[in-house]
């Protein structure tokens, strides 16, 4: 064995192989320049390996390797580049070792001498000074440790990069998970002040959900199949995004078309979804009883109401227009009709009633009395409406109204103040009523597509408001 030293130098993250010489504490992971070969295949060469390196019993697995330190220079392949991995020439075998150097070893007897020995003695190939322990030094303590380690890296590098994948999913494809973090774009398309307020909402409505009537995937599939060749490929959604889909559609005002290409489904579903959604929240929220009594309104009457005490409800009307089906062939988008529905507003700014829709033609009087609240109230309530109301002799309580002129050429001052007063008052019913048109589908001309479940999405929309939204002022919030 030559004298040269040689250098060690840790490589971080490489492999670790070692060397399985007795004696020889060589290792990849402490030096680059020291190349490791695996035993050969051939049974005659592996067997004088093993005596070489005095180890015939020794197990060979393919993990077992022998250093380059123990061969001569002429047995390597020249290398065709500085980095091409070193080979070793067929039938190359290791030659150098510590005990070759050695001349405390004593040298082998010859077979004439062994038979003049008196006593038999044991074959001792190796001498007692380099006697050792059999050690597979493949799979010792160090190198499953180090193995251990880096699987552990590895089970936590593709836990990170299904992290990864599963998040830019989720950005790619238009849903509700992509709009968490954001409560401005929450705000914008469903109209919740924040996302804690739409889970919150989700929460409430979620386990009725499951009994729903939906699409199965037999069904899905042959409506795919029978849209045209253009359209996107038909898949499911997850309640909580259809239910994302039905707020995008109401508070955004986008078609069936446009959302079917946001979320990746055929137009077709769009429209089941819509309409199971709009008949589903309508009959779920239509079931809370949202009509207070006389305590609960008093117990919340804000100090702005100091002068009308006894108002138990404001009212007020809301115009819907819907396209028709003549508009599509005779006189384009600007051809609709009306409808009007009423809703009522109790004085602390919440919603307590909402009536059916009813065609644009109808009187504001006929419109009170079809809708039902005229058995809500009672003889000590008092109402509040706007100066076109005329229902006094409909309603069974007292009536506040803006004072008008009625061929007077000037207004009392008494009459002058309670009109300001009360058209003060009634500013907050506007803002309600404000609130239910940022509904942008309620807003806009409704297509032909949503007539049938017109009364549904209004009547939904209204009473999204006692969930949607915080107080009319701030000032109300602690009253």
Not at 54 to 70: A, G, I, L
Not at 264 to 274: A, D, E, G
Not at 415 to 425: F, N
Not at 442 to 457: A, F, H, K, R
Request: net charge positive; hydrophobic share 40%.
């Amino acid at each position: 064995m030559s004298s040269k030293t040689f250098k060690y130098l840790r490589r971080e993250g490489a492999s670790s192989r070692y060397c399985c010489v007795p004696f020889c504490k060589m290792s990849s992971r402490f030096n680059s320049v020291i190349s490791f070969h695996s035993f050969p295949l051939n049974k005659e060469t592996r067997k004088m390996w093993l005596h070489n390196i005095r180890r015939e019993d020794c197990k060979v697995s393919p993990n077992t390797r022998v250093c380059s330190r123990h061969f001569k220079s002429d047995d390597f392949i020249e290398p065709s580049t500085p980095t091409a991995r070193r080979l070793l020439k067929k039938g190359a075998v290791p030659t150098l070792f510590l005990w070759s150097d050695s001349t405390s070893a004593p040298k082998r007897t010859g077979l004439w001498k062994k038979r003049r020995v008196s006593s038999p003695v044991k074959k001792d190939p190796v001498p007692k000074l380099f006697q050792h322990q059999e050690h597979d030094y493949c799979s010792s303590s160090v190198q499953d440790e180090l193995a251990l380690d880096q699987t552990e890296d590895l089970r936590k590098e593709v836990a990170r990069l299904k992290r990864r994948v599963a998040e830019l999913a989720v950005l790619k494809r238009f849903c509700l998970g992509r709009f968490a973090a954001s409560d401005d774009d929450i705000r914008f398309y469903t109209r919740f002040a924040t996302y804690n307020h739409l889970m919150a909402f989700w929460r409430l409505i979620e386990p009725a959900s499951h009994s729903m009537v939906r699409l199965t995937r037999a069904r899905a599939a042959t409506a795919s199949e029978a849209g045209s060749s253009g359209s996107t490929s038909c898949q499911s959604l997850q309640p909580i995004d259809e239910f994302f889909l039905f707020m995008v559609h109401l508070s955004v005002g986008l078609t069936e078309r446009d959302l079917a290409h946001r979320f990746n489904i055929h137009q077709s579903s769009v429209n089941r979804i819509i309409t199971r959604w709009a008949n589903f929240l309508y009959a779920i929220l239509g079931s809370v009883r949202i009509w207070m009594s006389e305590e609960a309104v008093k117990a919340h009457m804000p100090k702005e109401f100091q002068d009308y005490p006894d108002t138990h409800v404001v009212i007020d009307c809301i115009e819907l227009r819907c396209q028709v089906s003549s508009s599509l062939l005779l006189q384009g988008e600007g051809s609709h009709c009306t409808y009007l529905g009423l809703i009522g507003m109790a004085p602390h700014g919440a919603v307590t009633f909402v009536s059916s829709v009813y065609p644009g033609s109808v009187s504001d009087k006929e419109l009170l009395k079809q809708s039902g609240i005229v058995s809500l109230l009672k003889p000590e309530m008092a109402i509040m409406v706007n100066k076109g109301f005329f229902i006094d002799d409909c309603v069974p309580c007292k009536v506040y109204r803006p004072a008008y002129l009625l061929k007077r050429e000037k207004m009392p001052a008494d009459e002058v103040r309670d009109t300001q007063s009360i058209a003060r008052l009634r500013v907050h019913i506007e803002g309600l009523i404000g609130r239910v048109m940022q509904h942008k589908l309620l807003e806009t001309v409704m297509p032909l597509s949503d007539t049938g479940t017109i009364n549904q999405l209004y009547t939904v929309a209204c009473l999204l408001i006692n969930y949607q939204n915080g107080p009319l002022l701030k000032a109300w919030a602690n009253d």
